[in-house]
Protein backbone atom coordinates (compact mmCIF):
# COMPACT_ATOMS: atom_id res chain seq x y z
CA UNK A 1 0.00 0.00 0.00
CA UNK A 2 1.36 3.36 -1.34
CA UNK A 3 2.22 6.03 1.70
CA UNK A 4 -0.57 8.61 1.74
CA UNK A 5 -0.04 12.61 1.67
CA UNK A 6 -0.63 12.62 5.85
CA UNK A 7 1.27 10.00 6.69
CA UNK A 8 3.90 11.40 4.12
CA UNK A 9 4.25 14.59 5.38
CA UNK A 10 3.93 13.14 9.13
CA UNK A 11 7.12 11.40 8.56
CA UNK A 12 8.86 14.02 6.96
CA UNK A 13 8.19 16.45 9.65
CA UNK A 14 9.47 13.89 12.17
CA UNK A 15 12.69 13.82 10.25
CA UNK A 16 13.26 17.27 9.79
CA UNK A 17 12.60 17.57 13.21
CA UNK A 18 14.91 14.90 14.83
CA UNK A 19 17.90 16.44 11.95
CA UNK A 20 17.39 19.77 13.46
CA UNK A 21 18.21 18.32 17.04
CA UNK A 22 20.53 16.37 16.01
CA UNK A 23 22.83 19.07 14.33
CA UNK A 24 21.79 21.01 17.43
CA UNK A 25 23.25 18.55 19.92
CA UNK A 26 26.80 17.54 17.85
CA UNK A 27 27.43 21.52 17.86
CA UNK A 28 26.72 22.52 21.09
CA UNK A 29 26.32 19.23 23.56
CA UNK A 30 23.14 17.17 24.45
CA UNK A 31 22.71 18.56 27.68
CA UNK A 32 23.09 22.77 26.69
CA UNK A 33 20.59 22.39 24.10
CA UNK A 34 16.51 22.47 25.05
CA UNK A 35 13.73 21.55 23.72
CA UNK A 36 12.15 24.36 23.60
CA UNK A 37 15.06 25.53 21.48
CA UNK A 38 14.75 22.27 19.11
CA UNK A 39 10.85 23.47 18.92
CA UNK A 40 12.38 26.92 17.96
CA UNK A 41 14.91 26.21 15.23
CA UNK A 42 12.30 23.78 13.60
CA UNK A 43 9.20 26.36 13.82
CA UNK A 44 6.85 23.75 15.58
CA UNK A 45 5.40 24.08 18.70
CA UNK A 46 7.06 22.28 21.95
CA UNK A 47 3.82 19.77 22.03
CA UNK A 48 4.31 18.98 18.33
CA UNK A 49 7.77 17.74 19.33
CA UNK A 50 6.63 15.58 22.17
CA UNK A 51 4.37 14.45 19.64
CA UNK A 52 6.69 12.72 17.49
CA UNK A 53 9.25 12.38 19.94
CA UNK A 54 8.66 10.84 23.85
CA UNK A 55 11.64 12.01 25.22
CA UNK A 56 14.30 14.33 24.21
CA UNK A 57 16.71 11.42 24.04
CA UNK A 58 14.06 9.58 21.11
CA UNK A 59 15.44 13.55 19.46
CA UNK A 60 18.95 11.78 18.82
CA UNK A 61 17.73 8.35 18.75
CA UNK A 62 15.29 8.63 16.66
CA UNK A 63 15.58 5.20 14.72
CA UNK A 64 15.42 2.86 17.84
CA UNK A 65 12.10 1.55 16.54
CA UNK A 66 13.75 0.14 13.64
CA UNK A 67 16.93 -0.69 15.22
CA UNK A 68 14.57 -2.01 18.61
CA UNK A 69 13.01 -4.10 15.90
CA UNK A 70 16.23 -5.23 13.67
CA UNK A 71 17.01 -8.89 15.16
CA UNK A 72 13.51 -10.15 15.56
CA UNK A 73 13.28 -8.93 11.49
CA UNK A 74 16.17 -11.50 10.62
CA UNK A 75 14.77 -13.72 12.31
CA UNK A 76 11.93 -14.09 10.62
CA UNK A 77 13.16 -13.31 7.22
CA UNK A 78 16.55 -16.08 7.01
CA UNK A 79 16.35 -17.77 4.50
CA UNK A 80 16.05 -22.03 4.41
CA UNK A 81 19.03 -23.69 5.77
CA UNK A 82 19.78 -20.20 7.67
CA UNK A 83 20.05 -20.47 11.34
CA UNK A 84 19.42 -17.82 13.90
CA UNK A 85 22.83 -17.09 14.47
CA UNK A 86 23.93 -17.79 10.46
CA UNK A 87 21.51 -15.04 9.84
CA UNK A 88 22.82 -12.47 11.96
CA UNK A 89 26.39 -13.00 11.45
CA UNK A 90 25.49 -12.64 7.52
CA UNK A 91 23.77 -9.31 8.65
CA UNK A 92 26.36 -7.61 10.74
CA UNK A 93 28.64 -8.53 8.23
CA UNK A 94 27.00 -6.93 5.51
CA UNK A 95 26.43 -3.82 7.54
CA UNK A 96 30.21 -3.76 8.20
CA UNK A 97 30.68 -4.34 4.24
CA UNK A 98 28.00 -1.55 2.90
CA UNK A 99 28.92 1.40 6.05
CA UNK A 100 25.31 0.67 7.25
CA UNK A 101 24.27 2.35 10.58
CA UNK A 102 22.43 -0.20 11.91
CA UNK A 103 24.44 -1.50 14.60
CA UNK A 104 25.46 1.52 15.99
CA UNK A 105 29.03 2.62 13.85
CA UNK A 106 29.34 3.84 10.67
CA UNK A 107 31.66 6.41 8.60
CA UNK A 108 32.25 9.54 10.06
CA UNK A 109 29.31 8.64 13.49
CA UNK A 110 32.20 9.55 15.70
CA UNK A 111 30.68 12.50 16.90
CA UNK A 112 27.50 10.44 17.02
CA UNK A 113 29.10 8.09 19.70
CA UNK A 114 30.59 9.92 21.51
CA UNK A 115 27.71 12.14 22.68
CA UNK A 116 26.11 8.71 23.55
CA UNK A 117 29.04 7.77 25.22
CA UNK A 118 29.77 10.80 27.54
CA UNK A 119 25.85 11.32 28.00
CA UNK A 120 24.31 9.15 30.85
CA UNK A 121 20.72 9.64 29.88
CA UNK A 122 22.12 8.68 26.15
CA UNK A 123 23.73 5.63 27.22
CA UNK A 124 20.89 4.96 29.98
CA UNK A 125 18.57 4.71 26.69
CA UNK A 126 20.91 2.85 24.28
CA UNK A 127 21.58 0.14 26.71
CA UNK A 128 17.16 -0.25 27.10
CA UNK A 129 17.02 -0.34 23.37
CA UNK A 130 19.71 -2.90 23.35
CA UNK A 131 17.60 -4.70 26.29
CA UNK A 132 14.47 -4.38 23.87
CA UNK A 133 16.18 -5.54 20.51
CA UNK A 134 17.19 -8.70 22.38
CA UNK A 135 13.55 -9.43 24.24
CA UNK A 136 12.12 -8.72 20.74
CA UNK A 137 14.02 -11.32 18.66
CA UNK A 138 13.59 -14.07 21.86
CA UNK A 139 9.73 -13.45 21.26
CA UNK A 140 9.95 -13.45 17.28
CA UNK A 141 12.27 -16.70 18.17
CA UNK A 142 9.76 -18.77 19.90
CA UNK A 143 6.62 -17.41 17.47
CA UNK A 144 8.79 -18.60 14.69
CA UNK A 145 9.33 -22.21 16.46
CA UNK A 146 6.14 -22.95 18.42
CA UNK A 147 8.28 -23.08 21.59
CA UNK A 148 6.27 -23.09 24.82
CA UNK A 149 6.36 -20.56 27.29
CA UNK A 150 8.77 -22.51 29.81
CA UNK A 151 11.11 -23.24 26.66
CA UNK A 152 14.25 -20.56 27.84
CA UNK A 153 15.87 -21.87 24.81
CA UNK A 154 15.06 -18.33 22.31
CA UNK A 155 15.58 -16.26 25.54
CA UNK A 156 19.10 -17.76 25.88
CA UNK A 157 20.05 -17.54 22.63
CA UNK A 158 18.92 -13.95 22.22
CA UNK A 159 20.78 -13.30 25.17
CA UNK A 160 24.23 -14.61 23.41
CA UNK A 161 23.76 -13.19 20.33
CA UNK A 162 22.88 -9.78 21.99
CA UNK A 163 26.08 -9.92 24.15
CA UNK A 164 28.57 -10.78 21.13
CA UNK A 165 27.18 -7.84 19.37
CA UNK A 166 27.29 -5.61 22.38
CA UNK A 167 31.40 -6.93 22.53
CA UNK A 168 32.14 -6.44 19.25
CA UNK A 169 30.23 -2.99 19.02
CA UNK A 170 31.87 -2.05 21.91
CA UNK A 171 35.38 -2.67 20.74
CA UNK A 172 34.52 -0.34 17.66
CA UNK A 173 33.51 2.33 19.35
CA UNK A 174 36.03 2.38 22.07
CA UNK A 175 38.93 2.75 18.53
CA UNK A 176 35.98 5.15 17.12
CA UNK A 177 36.76 7.57 20.28
CA UNK A 178 40.15 7.02 20.19
CA UNK A 179 40.22 8.93 16.80
CA UNK A 180 40.08 6.28 14.20
CA UNK A 181 37.66 5.85 11.00
CA UNK A 182 36.19 2.82 10.74
CA UNK A 183 37.71 2.45 7.26
CA UNK A 184 40.99 1.89 9.13
CA UNK A 185 38.69 -0.12 12.13
CA UNK A 186 36.71 -2.00 9.57
CA UNK A 187 39.10 -5.35 8.70
CA UNK A 188 39.61 -5.82 12.41
CA UNK A 189 36.20 -5.63 13.46
CA UNK A 190 34.94 -8.08 11.16
CA UNK A 191 38.25 -10.35 12.58
CA UNK A 192 36.51 -9.74 15.94
CA UNK A 193 33.05 -10.40 14.63
CA UNK A 194 34.35 -13.57 12.95
CA UNK A 195 35.86 -15.07 16.13
CA UNK A 196 32.84 -14.06 18.28
CA UNK A 197 30.33 -15.58 16.27
CA UNK A 198 32.67 -18.43 15.67
CA UNK A 199 32.87 -19.10 19.95
CA UNK A 200 28.74 -19.38 19.23
CA UNK A 201 28.57 -21.82 16.82
CA UNK A 202 29.47 -25.12 18.59
CA UNK A 203 26.76 -24.05 21.35
CA UNK A 204 23.93 -22.34 19.08
CA UNK A 205 25.33 -22.71 15.58
CA UNK A 206 22.21 -24.98 14.45
CA UNK A 207 19.23 -23.61 16.21
CA UNK A 208 16.44 -22.47 14.95
CA UNK A 209 17.29 -23.35 11.09
CA UNK A 210 15.01 -22.68 8.59
CA UNK A 211 13.77 -26.30 6.79
CA UNK A 212 14.29 -26.27 2.60
CA UNK A 213 11.26 -24.85 1.13
CA UNK A 214 10.35 -22.90 3.48
CA UNK A 215 9.43 -19.65 2.37
CA UNK A 216 10.72 -16.34 4.57
CA UNK A 217 8.54 -15.21 7.22
CA UNK A 218 5.77 -16.92 6.91
CA UNK A 219 4.38 -19.69 9.22
CA UNK A 220 5.82 -22.10 11.59
CA UNK A 221 8.01 -25.62 11.05
CA UNK A 222 5.81 -28.17 10.99
Known sequence: MSEGLRERKKRETRQRISDIATGLFLARGFDSVTVAEVARTADVSV????????????LLLDRSPEVEGLLARIVRERGPGESV???????????????????????????????????????ARVREMNEARERLMAEAIAEDLGTGPGDLAPAVVAAQIG?????????????????????????????????????????????GTRPAGRDRGHGHPS
Not at 87 to 106: K, Q, S
Open 47 to 58: NTVFNYFATKED
Open 163 to 207: AALRAVVGYAVRRMLAGEGIGSIAPDLREQAERAFGLLESGIGGY
Open 85 to 123: LAAVRRDFLDALETGHYRYGFHEGGDGFVRMIETTPSLA
